[in-house]
């Protein structure tokens, strides 16, 4: 079975996620924008990856753009945030908010965890995350502001077991 895994994301962690799963399943990785018809056309699965600032996911835009073509396609999407992966409801809220329901109920979802390097965000997104963590806690939520690196291989193993049951999915 083919398929493709497009990704956008903006510190790493996502790029970091799709290369990995990637490698696992031997497929091709690329970054939304720069795929080709064509390749979506004949992929016969598609993987989504895209983290999430403000509540708004990066890959939102691509995703309506290319609603007609997903809607026929097996579709999985993982979603790489701070809040943790525990917190079902609030990450699921993420997808609800910024994906029409006949896509999202199309895709398999996981949550996935994140990192932030407080120092190497542009200066536009420091003044966001602390304007965004405030606005959180008002509402009695929480965006973390320190620094934080949960990104690891093994949280894509439970993608890589749902996608290794697929007729003629092969995993490395
Ligand atoms: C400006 C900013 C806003 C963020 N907003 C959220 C948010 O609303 N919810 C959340 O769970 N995580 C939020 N995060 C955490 C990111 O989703 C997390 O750092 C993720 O790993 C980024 O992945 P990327 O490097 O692939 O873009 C935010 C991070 C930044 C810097």
């Known amino acids: 079975m083919k398929g493709i895994i497009i990704y956008k994301g903006k510190y790493g962690a996502t790029r970091q996620y799709a290369i990995w799963l990637g490698n696992i399943l031997d497929i091709p990785v690329v970054m939304a924008g720069n795929e080709t018809q064509q390749q979506l056309r004949e992929a016969e ?17 691509w995703i309506a753009k290319h609603h007609d073509l997903l809607i026929n396609k097996d579709l999985f999407l993982f979603l790489v945030a701070g809040t943790p992966v525990a917190e079902k409801e609030k ?52 965006i973390a502001t320190a620094d934080y690196n949960n990104v690891k291989r093994e949280f894509l193993f439970s993608i890589v077991d749902v996608l290794s049951k697929l007729n003629d999915v092969t995993v490395k």
Do not use: H
């Open 91 to 142: 990450l699921q809220g993420y997808i609800t908010a910024n994906i029409s329901s006949d896509i999202s109920t199309r895709c398999s979802c996981f949550f996935l965890p994140g990192k932030l390097e407080f120092n190497k965000l542009s200066l536009s997104d420091k003044i966001l995350l602390r304007i965004g963590s405030r606005l959180a806690k008002s509402r009695g939520e929480n």
């Open 45 to 61: 699965y598609i993987i989504m990856g895209t983290s999430v600032y403000i509540g708004k996911l990066q890959l939102r835009k």
